[in-house]
């Protein structure tokens, strides 16, 4: 019995909750931005490029790609779309009273990090929306995922920072020997 508790001790000690001191807070926010400026709407960053420069080949996979998860995407949206924005309407509700009323710092690693996710999915419904409406194809589906992938990266850099400045100024402001 002692042993049990002992590890679970252990675990809880290894998964801190206090998110911003946490290497694992950071490792997760590098992993998550280096993920998805890597991929758009399933088309990889470097399939994009063979394809803008002419290889046939990468344009016809890049828009088979595109094609597949833009109807999956939109068909998604189109059935359950309101249930979708009321679960994250919820959640992000939840985890901002919880993050800036109660001044809970793991409900603001979290709300710091859903936040850009968030604006980064409505980015990307918005893209796929346009490809299906504009029936974009060839250089110009290209040129739109080159453009959405760079506010993308410039969104990350910026959540980067303002996350980076809030969890400096949230341990700054604690004392030093509390736990």
Not at 57 to 82: K, W, Y
Not at 153 to 170: D, E, K, N, P
């Amino acid at each position: 019995m002692a042993s049990g508790v002992f590890l679970i001790e252990n675990i809880f000690s290894l998964i801190n909750m206090r998110s911003f001191s946490s290497l694992w807070f950071w490792i997760v926010l590098a992993v998550y931005w280096s993920a998805v400026t890597r991929v758009t709407l399933g088309a990889p960053y470097d399939l994009i490029l063979r394809a803008r420069k002419g290889d046939e080949q990468s344009m016809t996979d890049m828009q088979d790609l595109l094609r597949i998860h833009v109807r999956r995407r939109l068909e998604f949206i189109r059935r359950a779309g309101h249930w979708a924005l009321a679960f994250n309407a919820g959640l992000m509700t939840a985890l901002l009273l919880m993050a800036f009323h109660y001044q809970v710092e793991f409900a603001q690693a979290l709300f710091l990090l859903f936040l850009p996710m968030l604006i980064v999915r409505v980015m990307a419904l918005r893209l796929a929306f346009r490809v299906e409406r504009q029936g974009l194809e060839g250089v110009a589906l290209c040129r739109a995922m080159l453009r959405h992938r760079f506010w993308v990266q410039f969104l990350g850099l910026v959540s980067i920072f303002v996350t980076a400045v809030w969890g400096m100024l949230y341990i700054m402001s604690r004392p030093v020997l509390s736990m």
